[in-house]
């Protein structure tokens, strides 16, 4: 379950704010299920192997705020997230969260994703102080998900970019 609603912050160089949501697990979430992919949702195996192997099952977790926004131009993943909230970064456990987000908007319907082919959502985890670059997109008719090394490519204007507030 999602709320969102806009809220004042400053725009930086690289990001305008699109606003403020919070999610609450809504029921208990087993990340190994979810992300095992179907018709629906393509999942690079390169995020099953860095991520999805490091998140255990969720029963129950306090609500989760987060805030988005629109990448203003192409730029690295560090360059990025030093213009993001200290907080910004998610966990294995917090895979529910991403879950719901495809969940909500699975075949391509409105959300908090940003849905249309070229241009993708971006969240960034942290695994043993490891920060990788999640990217979740819409290609030929179905979602995908995968992982990539923060400083392999930059991330183009366009994308949203999903930072955690708590």
């Known amino acids: 379950m999602f709320s969102f609603?806009?809220?004042p912050w400053q725009d930086t160089e690289l990001l305008?704010?699109?606003?403020?949501?919070?999610?609450?697990?809504?029921?208990?979430h087993d990340p190994k299920l979810f992300f095992a992919g179907g018709a629906t949702l393509f999942v690079w195996p390169n995020f099953t192997k860095r991520v999805v192997q490091h998140a255990q099952e969720v029963r129950s977790a306090p609500p989760l705020s987060y805030r988005t926004y629109e990448l203003k131009k192409s730029a690295w993943s560090d360059d990025i997230r030093h213009q993001l909230p200290e907080t910004h970064l998610f966990q294995?456990?917090?895979l529910w969260f991403i879950a719901d987000l495809i969940g909500a908007q699975r075949h391509g319907g409105g959300g908090p994703l940003l849905i249309d082919s070229g241009v993708g959502n971006v969240f960034y985890v942290e695994i043993h102080s490891v920060v990788h670059q999640i990217g979740v997109y819409w290609w030929?008719?179905?979602?995908?998900?995968?992982s990539l090394d923060p400083a392999d490519e930059p991330v183009?204007?366009?994308?949203?970019?999903?930072?955690?507030?708590?």
């Open 5 to 7: 609603s806009r809220r």
């Open 16 to 28: 305008t704010s699109l606003g403020e949501g919070t999610a609450t697990l809504s029921e208990p």
């Open 92 to 94: 294995p456990d917090d």
């Open 140 to 146: 030929e008719g179905r979602l995908r998900i995968g």
């Open 156 to 166: 183009d204007a366009g994308h949203r970019i999903f930072a955690k507030l708590s």
